[in-house]
């Protein structure tokens, strides 16, 4: 089927469930793991993933439709999807500071991992080896960000439980015991395909 | 890094054991997982990864003079990613069917926290030829984590070793290996048994 006819409802869904990008792509893991021990700054960082992954998505489709493709730079494309991107954390970094101090303390501390984070960047590149529209980019930006929350808001409250409950063994303790949650869980989502397929 | 300057080849060898990027501190696993499945495209991401390794380490250490502060995080993403754009060339020019299979994942090498890791930790204070061989040790000591998983990932998954048959061709293959749950399961068990053999090694 012709990638571009799909609808980008279609795209959002997929990103979220069979196309999960920490679980299936294996993207955004380091900072998926380091700050998985505690829920509430999982979900502040996930919030931050799905905010700067909508607005980066769509930018660098322009940057590379509208600037890299007429040029024919488009070996230049992975600098200038950094540069977008750090640019973009930068901006909205100075612009929550001065808006409003609990928004920064919530979301703000967040943004400069964010730079940095193979989620924003893989999906950036997935959307340019796919060839999607500019309306399935916004879509599957959105929809990458939200699964990843959704996998490290999921990840965050199993462990909290689980350091309260039970004996792990010690060798497995910390990113070990981890790693096998989030198989048991990218197993579950394999549950999803069949539903919606993008690629 | 709380230890001491690390010097020379003593730089090279504790990445590969005690202070191994994957195992020891959880970096770049993202390519860990993601590349497994296939002995041939872990190699050629093992060595891409080396390369970018080295060569930025050893950029980013003979500018660590002439960086300011501030804006010493942007400029190391630079120099890494103009080192993952030659490799890419390069793939594409002589191995483009791997190229096509690995995706995003050689793009990735840019955001993979090792390369960071390496350049902030180590480079930016030390001279060139050490920060080439932290450098170097780190992209092995890497690589000595993917292969060893790749090399179970592969056979027992779709029966071939490197491409070749390896198993009998009745082998009922584990589908369940080249998916993406099993990266996970693969790279747990790993770090556990390398923990469980530090962990004997300290006590005796």
Redesign the interface.
């Known amino acids: 089927m012709d990638i571009q006819s799909i609808h980008p409802l279609v795209i959002f869904f997929a990103a979220i469930t069979t196309n999960n990008i920490l ?8 900072s998926f ?2 700050v998985s021990k505690d829920l509430k700054s999982s979900l502040g960082l996930g919030v931050a993933v799905i905010f700067v992954s909508t607005f980066t998505a769509p930018l660098n489709w322009l940057a590379y439709h509208k600037l890299l493709v007429p040029f024919g730079l488009e ?5 200038v999807f ?2 977008v991107i ?1 640019a973009f954390t930068q901006i909205i970094e100075m612009i929550i500071e001065r808006v409003s101090t609990l928004l920064y303390l919530t979301l703000g501390i967040f943004l400069p991992l964010i ?4 989620a924003i ?2 999906c950036v ?2 959307l340019v ?1 796919r060839q999607y529209t500019f309306m399935q980019s916004i879509a599957y930006g959105l929809g990458a960000g939200t699964g990843w929350a959704l996998a490290i808001a999921a990840l965050a409250g199993i462990r909290t439980r689980m350091e309260k409950k039970s004996k792990v ?4 303790e910390g ?3 981890a ?2 949650i ?3 869980m ?2 579950a989502f ?1 549950g999803f395909s069949g539903i919606v397929k993008i690629n | 890094m709380s230890a001491g300057p690390v010097k020379g080849v003593a730089a090279l060898k504790r990445m590969l054991w005690e202070e191994n990027p994957v195992i020891g501190q ?6 860990a ?2 590349v497994t499945n296939l002995v041939k495209n872990t190699l050629v991401m093992c060595l891409g990864l080396i390369f970018t390794l080295m060569m930025s380490c050893f950029t980013v250490s003979l500018l660590r003079n002439v960086i300011p502060r501030q804006v010493r ?2 400029i190391q ?2 120099v890494i ?2 080192y ?2 030659v490799i ?2 390069i793939l594409d020019a002589y191995l483009p069917e791997i190229s096509n299979e690995l ?2 994942y050689v ?2 090498i ?4 090792i390369v ?1 890791g390496r350049t902030e930790g180590y480079a930016m204070n030390n001279k060139p030829g050490d920060a080439i061989l932290d450098g170097i040790g780190a992209g092995i000591g890497y690589s000595l984590v993917l292969l060893p998983i790749s090399m179970i990932r592969e056979p027992l998954g779709l029966g071939t070793f490197f491409g070749m048959q390896l198993l009998p061709p009745d082998w009922t293959k584990w589908n369940m290996m080249v ?7 693969a ?2 068990t790993f ?2 048994f390398v ?2 053999f530090k ?1 004997s090694e300290g006590k005796r």
Do not use: R
């Open positions: 679980l299936t792509n294996f993207l955004g893991m380091c793991l380091a070996y230049l494309q992975y600098i950094i540069i750090a730079t940095v984070n193979c960047f893989g590149l997935f080896i063994i010690a060798e497995l990113p070990g015991i790693l096998i989030t198989g048991i990218a197993m394999i | 959880i970096l770049g696993i993202c390519s997982l993601a995080m942007i993403v630079l990613a103009a993952v754009i890419k060339i995706g995003p793009g990735l840019i955001t993979n926290c960071m998916i993406a749950p099993s990266g996970f399961f790279l747990a770090i556990w923990k469980a962990a």
